[in-house]
């Protein structure tokens, strides 16, 4: 049974940082493309960043692309998201993805795994 374990929310005020991981069991993630997806009250899942198995290339959203970093350690089964100089439009429940399957990374619905998420809150 793949499951994902989304870590590392909180609150923080704009300006700040945090680094979310998703611990992975049940599945090799050195063969899957990984993802981070984002869900605002309200709002669509979109995606946030995508990376390949090797880490090579990662893909990025246009509104966190040079303040959001996505990394994964194959060896340890983990995916990271370090994101710096948050904005309060950051304010999501942020999800780990694994199972792509198609052409378009930042389609939620070409995922299939999911995590339960965790909740980034950045006030003003």
């Known amino acids: 049974q793949v499951r994902l374990d989304e870590s590392g929310g909180g609150s923080v005020q704009a300006g700040g940082s945090l680094r979310l991981s998703c611990a992975a069991s049940?599945?090799?993630?050195?063969?899957?493309?990984m993802a981070w997806f984002r869900q605002a009250p309200g709002k669509e899942r979109e995606g946030v960043a995508g990376?390949?198995?090797?880490?090579?290339?990662?893909d990025y959203a246009d509104s966190v692309k040079d303040r959001f970093t996505i990394a994964r350690d194959n060896a340890k089964n983990t995916l990271w998201l370090q994101m710096n100089n948050l904005k309060p439009e950051d304010t999501a429940m942020y999800y780990c993805a694994t199972g792509f399957r198609g052409d378009s990374w930042a389609t939620p619905s070409k995922w299939t795994y999911w995590g339960q998420g965790t909740q980034v809150t950045v006030s003003s």
């Open positions: 049940g599945i090799d993630i050195s063969a899957y493309y």
């Open positions: 990376i390949r198995p090797s880490g090579a290339s990662p």
